[in-house]
């Protein structure tokens, strides 16, 4: 088991000043999380990991919400009776208002570059995966319920808004040819084995980035209810180097993006992994609540113990729930569907971002849970049925054809189509024989997690919750300029959530 260092870090006016304009806005002084190896030492010098918010001024006045309507278990293993509609399952009249909106209007972003870039030969992730996806989206005529956008890719300034100058300036200038030129940078950056060079690294960088910032906008410009992109998930990277196959951290680009017009994000990870950089990142905010689940102990990366619950003015506001392997469909949902209850009754977040890491899969390469493609799909339903605007992002998955039919799967779901368990004929239909099916069934992997272990993480769940204030709330009179503002406009307008375009199309056209 890795043991993680953490520390505390103090910096000055002068630092404050030096950070980018967006954290300059919201930025407070605070402590921060991190987790680094003993061959990794940090620079005392360098800017804190978390991202600090300035939440001094606030109504302190618990809006008189009545608590999300409560959602019966779901019978997961009941998803695909012939017949039955997966989104309307048996709700009480009380609870009639969670199911799924039949209207609701989902976005999903795709760059068609997105699936020629490759890590390197036996190297267990496969952007291929992302094409492979699509193809099986489109043949199942998903794209006809979808609106369907190309996302403009994120600069080097956007990225910046979380990383370092210096490590995207490394991650823009270096190349497999110049890597000579940046032997001192390679492990002050983590860049080697597990997260290599490879030609092409910035624009995929960028390709992952825009997306998910793409499906934050469109949230915020009120033209999407449910925002798809399954090239973004990316939830290791951290603000000063790469981790765990991520480069640029997405996700918390686009909770940034979310941040200028949500008093409240929460963000949920499935992943097998714990999602730790979106954790560290935003570590010390109430804004910004993190819930993941994953496999703990002699794991990577070794965090998201049940007592990791955020520092400063986000203590509370991190939930780890901790599993040991094999847990199975009835089992994680048994654990899910009531922390992400308690969770919407207590933060009453108004965005949700859904990392759906398909790594948490049965029999994935990397992976040690046992949930089939329902059991997966179930936290996606499940969410959905809280009518918040919500992101979706990718994330893990090293068996890549389970990775398509899960996200293929679960893109269906989301618009609101019972998919045919029989594939349809596709370009990459020989990865899915010998059955050519969707399923990715459960095996007979032993659960090693008993009721009473879920159940003491339940309590403990909750009785973090309850130590949180209510809904907190922020005064946000001071809103940053959207990432992708035109050039003829001065990036230090302030634009006003009240008065939003009413298409944002233009954005990422």
């Not at 910035?202 to 090239?231: H, P, R, V």
């Amino acid at each position: 088991m890795l043991h993680i260092r953490r520390r505390t870090l103090e910096y000055s006016d002068r630092r404050i000043h030096s950070l980018p304009p967006l954290a300059q806005a919201a930025v407070a002084v605070g402590s921060s999380k991190a987790a680094k190896s003993p061959t990794d030492p940090t620079d005392p010098t360098d800017p804190p990991s978390s991202i600090p918010f300035d939440l001094d001024q606030r109504d302190l006045k618990a809006p008189a919400f009545a608590p999300y309507p409560r959602v019966q278990h779901s019978e997961v293993a009941n998803l695909e009776t012939p017949g039955d509609n997966p989104l309307t399952p048996n709700l009480t009249s009380a609870e009639a208002n969670m199911v799924p909106n039949p209207k609701s209007r989902v976005s999903y972003f795709y760059d068609t570059d997105v699936g020629n870039y490759h890590y390197g030969p036996g190297h267990p992730m496969k952007p291929h995966r992302m094409r492979m996806t699509h193809n099986l989206i489109l043949n199942y005529g998903l794209d006809k319920k979808l609106d369907v956008l190309k996302p403009r890719r994120a600069t080097a300034k956007e990225m910046a808004r979380i990383h370092t100058d210096e490590y995207v300036d490394f991650l823009w200038r270096v190349t497999p040819d110049t890597m000579d030129k940046f032997v001192a940078h390679q492990s002050k950056f983590n860049v080697g084995e597990d997260c290599p060079v490879f030609e092409g690294l910035s624009e995929f960088c960028s390709i992952s980035a825009g997306g998910s910032i793409g499906a934050a906008q469109k949230l915020n410009c009120g033209d999407s209810d449910i925002a798809i992109n399954w090239s973004g998930g990316l939830h290791h990277a951290k603000k000063r180097e790469a981790s765990g196959f991520c480069y640029v951290n997405d996700i918390a680009l686009a909770i940034m993006e979310l941040l200028k017009y949500h008093q409240r994000v929460l963000y949920i990870d499935i992943d097998v992994h714990h999602g730790d950089g979106v954790e560290e990142l935003f570590y010390t905010t109430d804004r910004v609540m993190t819930v993941s689940f994953h496999k703990y102990g002699d794991y990577f990366p070794g965090t998201g113990e049940l007592g990791d619950i955020g520092q400063g003015k986000g203590k509370h506001y991190a939930v780890n729930v901790p599993l040991r392997q094999g847990i199975d469909d009835e089992t994680y949902a048994s654990i899910f569907e009531p922390t992400i209850q308690a969770v919407m009754d207590w933060y009453r977040p108004t965005a949700i971002v859904l990392q759906c890491g398909a790594d948490s899969l049965s029999g994935d390469r990397l992976g040690c849970f046992n949930l089939s493609h329902k059991g997966h799909a179930n936290c996606v339903k499940f969410v959905k049925k809280f009518n918040v605007p919500l992101v979706i992002v990718g994330g893990g998955g090293y068996t890549i054809r389970n990775v398509c039919r899960a996200w293929t799967y679960e893109t269906g779901l989301l618009v609101g189509e019972q998919l045919d368990p029989e594939l349809p004929y596709n370009d990459y239909f020989d990865y899915f024989g010998p059955d050519y099916r969707l399923e990715v069934p459960s095996s007979n992997m032993e659960n090693g997690n008993t009721p009473a272990y879920l159940e003491k993480i339940r309590l403990q769940v909750l009785q973090n919750l309850s130590n949180t204030k209510f809904a907190p709330s922020v005064q946000m009179q001071d809103v940053p300029p959207d990432f992708f503002s035109r050039d003829d406009e001065d990036e230090d307008d302030i634009i006003n959530p009240d008065s939003r375009p009413r298409d944002c199309r233009e954005l990422w056209e």
